[in-house]
């Protein structure tokens, strides 16, 4: 069987202030799934193990049923944990202080998604791809809520970071009104947060920017 392509379209993140409890992030999830995703990312930084384990089993399953990967935010022991209870398609996601890609490989095998941010450095995309990565995340790339003090990045980045042969993951205040620009610039996947869960109806919001990107991809 021929595993659906994860690598190019649209990577939607969780945001908690978004998404306060179980009823919200479910729902509002199992919309943008429908919707059409390519990942999705959970993103949690609070300490309450206990939710963060439910929250995350619960979107594993539905994730599986949609054959889109869950990507866990910065924690490898949960990425494990959860992959340990079947759900195979799980995967972890790197910032520069959480650890390194040789120590997620190992914990999660070979097959499992380990994706890492890049900032606006290339040098940090080339130790990623030494280090075995599957993905390199660069941005933010406008202005952002949820990164507002990040660095700013070029587009041009993304067209550099192509020789590396990995996805680029362009990051940071990607909307529908700027997504075609970085698919133009060469983002394989366009990661979005408030442009996904950020107002009603996450499904509508999806499709309309999966719509975006392939109008970018038919121009480029």
């Known amino acids: 069987m021929i595993e659906p392509d994860w690598t190019r379209g649209l990577y939607a993140i969780t945001d908690a202030a978004l998404l306060p409890d179980d009823e919200h992030l479910l729902n509002a999830c199992e919309a943008a799934l429908r919707g059409g995703l390519a990942l999705l990312q959970y993103r949690d930084k609070s300490d309450d193990g206990e939710k963060r384990w439910r929250q995350a089993s619960e979107l594993a399953a539905r994730c599986a049923a949609y054959e889109v990967p869950l990507i866990i935010n910065d924690d490898v022991a949960l990425a494990a944990r959860l992959r340990s209870a079947g759900h195979r398609r799980v995967g972890v996601h790197l910032g520069q202080q959480d650890g390194h890609v040789d120590e997620a490989r190992y914990r999660l095998g070979p097959s499992a998604i380990v994706?890492?941010?890049c900032h606006d450095r290339l040098d940090l995309a080339e130790r990623a791809v030494a280090e075995g990565a599957s993905y390199l995340a660069f941005g933010?790339?406008?202005?952002?809520?949820?990164?507002?003090?990040a660095s700013p990045a070029s587009l041009s980045l993304l067209e550099q970071a192509g020789r590396f042969g990995l996805p680029r993951v362009a990051i940071g205040g990607v909307r529908a009104d700027n997504i075609a620009a970085v698919r133009r610039a060469g983002a394989d996947l366009a990661a979005a947060v408030d442009a996904v869960f950020g107002g009603q109806d996450p499904e509508a919001r999806v499709s309309e920017l999966n719509r975006q990107l392939a109008t970018a991809a038919l121009d480029s």
């Open 115 to 117: 994706g890492v941010t």
């Open 140 to 149: 933010r790339f406008f202005d952002s809520r949820t990164k507002p003090s």
